[in-house]
């Protein structure tokens, strides 16, 4: 079995290297390449200063939590920001040491205890609706007002991360912008920005230049209507990733010279707001994967390899149906191929890792590895049937490092407190 696209071919063809990962660390295990990461971010930072004047690259920190991953984006572009959606990933950035300057907070239905501890930390708050501006002004009037704009329509590999357009739960509508920020304005806000995010794991390069020119149209609009002008315009994110051997990467430099060439027409060289960007999946994505063991096979009406990681390690094919490429490890690659159903433990139907996929034939006790897994897999996973969480590892170079411990059992009621007539 032969990979053309899969940007860690070498690690992944390294069946020494692989078995002593497991040896070391066990199975299922996250394993990512520190080396890809950087190659990541230091791609996409090129191609915005190449284009963009003034610019901020967040990372979208819910892709993947291990703080460890985002020091390794650091090594690459000190510069680098966090873009936090949660109390939690605000409480993580803050704790990494970032300030005010490298973050951005994008809630959703934000508590008064969020907005708090945002309006404490003094970062960007892009508000998804009027209603969080008017919580948040109860507490206190920020000094910078920005709105996430729900354009109307929205884009996404799966409808479940498409994040605007009819019926989603983001974002203030377009027909209803003016008002949110007439009504800052009447408050007396003086400093504003503007954002958007429609959709995540997009692959079209064309749709980036026509996200920017939507949201600078509106911003435009804004800014006559209204007589404000905007600090920042954050164009969300959406950097899709190759998940199929036929899929081609953006082109990055293509996609930023058309932005830049739509801001042209809004700002003169030098005088435009900056221009963010929150990247997630395209820094980490590609960068890790699973490493597992082939458990058990059967065969009845089709043929079955059960592996020690399932949807509760990797949600996303049970959640979107979303496809990752399977790799076995070593010999076990050039075996004659049978369509095959990788599955794991848990106890639903749904637990598929990949359906009718045509493999190498597996055995027990085969090592196989699972691609693109570094964004939306460590984070989702969960403890469903009593498994407790893989670990997670780093590979910088010759060296791997293991950067999160395996749960154990115990791990499992480790926060369960008995009251004392139930002992």
């Not at 059967?298 to 094919?317: C, H, S, T, V, W």
Request: proline letters at 4%; charged letters at 25%.
């Amino acid at each position: 079995m032969t990979l053309q696209t899969a940007p860690l071919t070498d690690i992944i063809n390294n069946q020494d290297l692989l078995e002593t990962i497991a040896r070391e660390y066990g199975t299922p295990a996250y394993v990512y390449s520190a080396d890809r990461i950087r190659k990541n971010v230091r791609e996409i930072t090129e191609a915005m200063d190449e284009h963009l004047d003034n610019h901020r690259l967040y990372y979208a920190i819910k892709a993947n939590q291990n703080p460890v991953l985002f020091r390794v984006m650091q090594q690459a572009h000190p510069e680098i920001g966090i873009d936090c959606s949660t109390f939690g990933e605000l409480n993580l950035a803050v704790d990494m040491g970032l300030n005010r300057d490298k973050l951005v907070y994008t809630g959703n239905y934000e508590s008064y205890r969020d907005l708090e501890f945002a309006l404490e930390v003094g970062l960007p708050i892009n508000f998804d609706d009027i209603t969080s501006y008017r919580r948040c002004r109860e507490l206190e009037l920020p000094e910078v007002v920005s709105f996430r704009v729900n354009p109307g329509t929205g884009r996404g590999a799966y409808p479940g991360i498409t994040t605007a357009g009819k019926g989603v739960k983001f974002g203030v509508p377009r027909d209803q912008i003016r008002d949110a920020y007439a009504l800052a304005l009447e408050d007396g806000v003086e400093r504003f920005g503007i954002h958007t995010m429609v959709g995540s794991g997009i692959m079209d390069n064309d749709y980036f230049a026509w996200n920017s020119k939507r949201l600078l149209e509106i911003a435009s609009d804004l800014e006559d209507a209204l007589d404000i002008t905007f600090e920042y315009i954050d164009m969300g994110g959406g950097f899709g990733i190759p998940y199929q051997e036929e899929e081609e990467p953006l082109e990055l430099n293509h996609i930023f010279a058309s932005v830049r060439k739509n801001l042209d027409q809004y700002y003169s060289a030098g005088s435009s707001p900056m221009i963010a960007y929150e990247v997630g999946r395209y820094l980490v994505g590609d960068a890790g994967f699973i490493l597992a063991t082939v458990l058990g096979t059967k065969q009845n009406e089709k043929y079955f390899a059960g592996l020690d990681i399932g949807m509760n390690g990797l949600l996303r094919p049970a959640l979107y149906d979303a496809y990752h490429r399977v790799v076995p490890v070593g010999d076990a690659a050039q075996r004659k191929p049978r369509t095959t159903q990788i599955t794991g433990q848990i106890c639903e139907n749904t637990d598929r890792i990949a359906r009718d996929r045509k493999l190498p034939e597996l055995r027990t006790g085969d090592l196989v590895t699972i691609l693109d897994a570094g964004a939306y897999g460590f984070c989702l996973a969960n403890q469903y049937n009593g498994l407790p969480l893989p670990a997670e590892v780093l590979i910088d170079g010759e060296d791997h490092y293991l950067i999160r411990d395996r749960e154990t059992w115990r791990d499992l009621n480790h926060q369960v407190r008995f009251p004392e007539k139930f002992r």
